[in-house]
């Protein structure tokens, strides 16, 4: 069974930074394109970044580029974000997802992603 989980979410204050974490078990990391999405209250879902299958290239929302780092370590089935310079505008609850498409280049496109953490909450204030 196909699974993600997130963890790392916290209460931090602006300027510091954060690393999330998402395990995954049930398919290979390796072969399928992932990334992270966040929700803040009131507001749509928006892609933040993805890591894509095909070629290992990353991608980045523009208010994040320079900031935000997504990365993956196949050997233990696991996807980071690391975080810098975090700002109130960073609030908000933080998912991965995967696109059940075999070597593909990602996007930030909800629709294109089959399968969903729980989220993990991630509160930038003083």
């Known amino acids: 069974q196909l699974q993600l989980v997130e963890s790392g979410g916290v209460l931090v204050q602006p300027g510091e930074s954060l690393r999330l974490s998402c395990a995954t078990s049930?398919?290979?990391?390796?072969?399928?394109?992932i990334a992270w999405f966040r929700q803040a209250p009131g507001k749509e879902r928006e892609g933040v970044s993805c890591i894509s299958s095909k070629d290992g290239s990353t991608y980045y929302s523009d208010s994040v580029k320079e900031r935000f780092t997504i990365s993956k370590d196949n050997a233990k089935n696991t996807v980071y974000l690391q975080m810098n310079s975090l700002v109130p505008e960073d609030t908000a609850t933080y998912y991965c997802?995967?696109?059940?498409?075999?070597?593909?280049?990602?996007?930030?496109?909800?629709?294109?992603?089959?399968?969903w953490g729980q989220g993990t909450q991630v509160t930038v204030s003083t």
């Open positions: 049930g398919f290979t990391l390796d072969y399928y394109p």
């Open positions: 997802a995967v696109q059940t498409v075999l070597f593909r280049q990602c996007g930030l496109l909800a629709t294109e992603y089959d399968y």
